[in-house]
């Protein structure tokens, strides 16, 4: 089994893990997760551990007399698979008493991720919330805090970069009620993290009000930008993201036009998520028309989350991703489009998409 077949098998059918090793991975949040870090054949991906097709995965763990991990399918050893250690930053906190990882987290091995503001005008309400979310769900834990100021990021990224080695950081926000749909906030907290450390930055945010935001945002020092439409049949959005589907896919493509004028050709993103019910065709045909405008589509394969109404809701299969990344790697490759020209963000990650290793693959 190749790479590519491995990576994207993990991510769609899981791991299942007897005991908990390397770092915690990510329960509940915002955007994907249940998931956690792992390196198969020097790749670092998220795969899922704490979902219910992970807890059925054909894919275990053992230790060997060497004490190294070895990745299994059934009785067969795949792989050698290694864990990231708990990040350094983990350690420390604020001088008002937070951890600094309720402030933000590592992903993958190098990537600095938060979410600003921890709640979203659209979350409580079933009527309106995206049926995939578990935005609260760490809040209410107590895992995290409802807003992070922008002096607390700057100083956490700070010590991630300073001893942590971490390279670049995405700040993802829950939509609040203002028209700027969190851009004004996210300007405040770039702002705040540029003037204390050199960090590329991602920020994520729906389309707002006025496009001018993304010239106030990159002024900030936000090197590149997200907004995920997740889905693109407006039957499909309509059932599984009720608000966010009052915004219509025609806007996030006036807002995907005007910010890569601003940020400029591949480092403006969009999450898809493959397995919520757009077919095949559909996500090659949105991917085709964000490729020719300059925006990197980021297919990820769905996972369930615990305690979302989706939670029972099966992932994609493995040939359905494997045909879909080979066609947007074929679209990738022929526009000169790659996740390592992105400056930050998912996209540059990589690590929840198998996606980065067939941009080199044309599409037959």
Same mark, same amino acid.
Request: hydrophobic share 45%.
């Given at each position: 089994m190749n790479k590519q077949q491995l990576i994207t098998d993990l991510q769609t059918q899981g791991l299942r893990l007897v005991q908990e090793m390397g770092a915690s991975g990510r329960k509940g949040g915002a955007g994907p997760s249940d998931h956690k870090a792992v390196t198969v054949g020097?790749?670092?991906v998220m795969v899922p551990i704490y979902t219910g097709s992970a807890a059925r995965s054909p894919y275990t763990v053992t230790i060997d007399d060497t004490l190294e991990p070895?990745?299994?399918y059934g009785d067969e050893v795949v792989a050698p698979i290694a864990f990231p250690h708990q990040p350094k930053f983990y350690g420390l906190t604020t001088a008002d008493g937070i951890p600094y990882w309720k402030i933000a987290l590592l992903h993958s091995h190098d990537v600095l991720a938060t979410t600003v503001l921890q709640t979203c005008m659209r979350y409580s309400? #079933? &009527?309106? /919330?995206? @049926?995939?979310? %578990? =935005?609260? @769900? /760490?809040? !209410?834990?107590?895992?995290? =805090? %409802?807003?992070?100021?922008?002096? @607390?990021? #700057? !100083?956490? &990224? !700070?010590? %991630?970069?300073?001893?942590?080695?971490?390279k670049h950081m995405v700040m993802t926000s829950g939509t609040p009620n203002a028209s700027d749909r969190g851009a004004a906030y996210l300007t405040e907290c770039a702002r705040a993290i540029k003037? @204390?450390?050199s960090l590329p930055i991602q920020a994520q945010c729906e389309p707002p009000d006025d496009f001018l935001w993304f010239d106030r945002l990159r002024a900030a020092g936000v090197d590149a930008l997200g907004m995920h439409l997740e889905a693109i049949d407006p039957q499909v959005r309509a059932k599984i993201m009720p608000g966010k589907a009052t915004v219509p896919v025609d806007y996030y493509?006036?807002?995907? &036009? %005007?910010?890569?004028?601003?940020?400029?050709?591949?480092?403006? /993103?969009t999450y898809l998520l493959a397995g919520l019910g757009d077919d095949l065709p559909t996500l090659l045909t949105a991917c085709d028309r964000l490729v020719a405008i300059g925006v990197y589509p980021f297919v990820v394969p769905f996972v369930p989350i615990s305690g979302t109404p989706l939670a029972n809701h099966a992932p994609p299969t493995s040939d359905f991703m494997l045909a879909l990344y080979q066609q947007v790697g074929g679209m990738?490759?022929? &526009?000169?489009? /790659?996740s390592n020209d992105i400056k930050a963000g998912c996209a540059k990650c990589g690590a929840c998409s198998a996606l980065s290793t067939f941009e080199e693959v044309v599409s037959c």
């Open positions: 020097g790749t670092t070895l990745l299994h309400d #079933a &009527a309106t /919330s995206c @049926q995939f979310c %578990a =935005i609260g @769900q /760490s809040l !209410e834990a107590g895992r995290t =805090i %409802a807003r992070k100021t922008p002096a @607390q990021l #700057a !100083e956490v &990224a !700070e010590a %991630a970069v300073r001893l942590d080695d971490v003037n @204390q450390v493509y006036e807002a995907f &036009a %005007a910010a890569v004028k601003v940020f400029g050709r591949g480092q403006v /993103s990738l490759n022929r &526009a000169g489009l /790659s």
